[in-house]
């Protein structure tokens, strides 16, 4: 069967990148970007687009018979700072749309979805470091609420109707073709910025913060990994733990001074801090690398050499 795909948040920090892949490998005609929003005139110019809104069943049904389409990315979603400020708006947003897609699943009008859930699922008693993929969760946030109660979705949905949905707890996301839309780990993507902008840069968590983190590359080849694994090689229908990198501001900052000797840092925490302080500090992926054989390719050193290299005008 034909494989015609749909990306939902197709202009965020991941749907950019990711359609542009998808293009690459299966032809622009075959995967349609869609999102409430107009996104990069790469993005807009290289194949299909639809205005959408994925809280709308109806509209999505529409776009999924129009285009034939027999997969689902859904990447909209409302992110862990901007979440906690508008928690009711962040919980309708982030489980209409997965409940949406995964109704059309249930119904056999798609046969794949994927659906991204974070490093967020985990809360304050999980143990911090490499954190296993089955342990304690209880997220404090809004949005780890929802990513673990969708997790919990999408597992009833394996489980119950057959629904072939697969997932990534993705850690934060380093990448220089889109700015990053309202996560806590935004800093780690700014401070490239400022770097080679102003030479300084004021980050909103504490020095010694350690987060799990990825360069973009890796996140996309790890969606594609999972995506097109063998079906009985896919063991987990929550989400799987995925790593790459754990690193501190005050060791991103070193690993710039490395290309910028003179760039200086300051340290100002906000509220994201307690929402970091929640999170792990490190992820233990045994069971990516042994299902779908996740390797990564990026390490902080080679992250901060390639974002300065394609950030420099
Ligand atoms: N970026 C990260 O570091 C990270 C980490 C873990 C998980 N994730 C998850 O990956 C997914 C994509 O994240 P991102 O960083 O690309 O987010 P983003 O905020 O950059 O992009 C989300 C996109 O969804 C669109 N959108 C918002 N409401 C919509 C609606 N009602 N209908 C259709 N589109 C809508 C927005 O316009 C935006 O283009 C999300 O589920 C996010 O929770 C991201």
């Known amino acids: 069967m034909e494989k015609y795909i749909l990306i939902i948040g197709a202009c965020g920090q991941i749907g950019t ?5 998808l293009r690459e490998r299966y032809g622009n005609d075959r995967v349609i970007a869609s999102d409430i929003r107009e996104g990069s005139d790469n993005l807009m110019n290289s194949g299909p687009f639809e205005i959408l809104d994925a809280t709308n069943y109806d509209a999505l049904e529409e776009v999924v018979a129009y285009h034939d389409i027999t997969e689902v990315y859904l990447m909209a979603a409302m992110l862990s700072a901007t979440a906690e400020k508008f928690p009711m ?4 947003l ?18 794949k979805v994927f659906w991204p859930s974070s490093i967020a699922v985990f809360g304050p008693n999980t143990p911090k470091v490499n954190t296993p993929q089955n342990t304690i969760m209880e997220p404090s946030t809004v949005y780890g609420i929802s990513k673990q109660s969708g997790e919990r979705w999408c597992e009833y949905y394996y489980n119950k ?15 220089w073709k889109t700015m990053p839309g309202g996560g806590t780990t935004d800093y780690a993507v700014e401070i490239y910025h400022k770097a080679l902008s102003q030479g300084h840069y004021t980050c909103f968590l504490k020095k010694d913060t350690s987060l799990p983190m990825m360069f973009m590359d890796d996140a996309i080849k790890a969606t594609l990994q ?13 989400a799987y733990n995925l790593a790459a990198m754990s690193f501190n501001p005050e060791e991103i900052a070193k690993s710039i001074q490395q290309h910028i000797p ?3 840092m300051a340290y100002e925490p906000d509220f994201r ?41």
Do not use: C, H
């Open 226 to 238: 999972l995506m097109e694994a063998d079906t009985e090689n896919i063991k987990v229908r929550s």
């Open 262 to 264: 003179d760039f200086k």
């Open 89 to 92: 708006r962040a919980w309708n």
């Open 94 to 111: 982030n489980m209409n749309s997965l409940f949406n897609v995964l109704n059309l699943a249930k119904e056999k009008k798609i046969n």
């Open 273 to 313: 801090q307690a929402i970091a302080d929640s999170w792990p500090k490190s992820i233990d992926d045994a069971d990516a690398q042994k299902d779908w054989n996740w390797q990564p390719d990026f390490d902080l050193e080679r992250t901060t050499a390639t974002m300065l290299e394609n950030l420099k005008v």
């Open 161 to 175: 109707f057959g629904v072939d949905v697969r997932s990534i707890r993705y850690p934060g996301l380093i990448s």
């Open 17 to 21: 990148e990711l359609t542009l892949t």
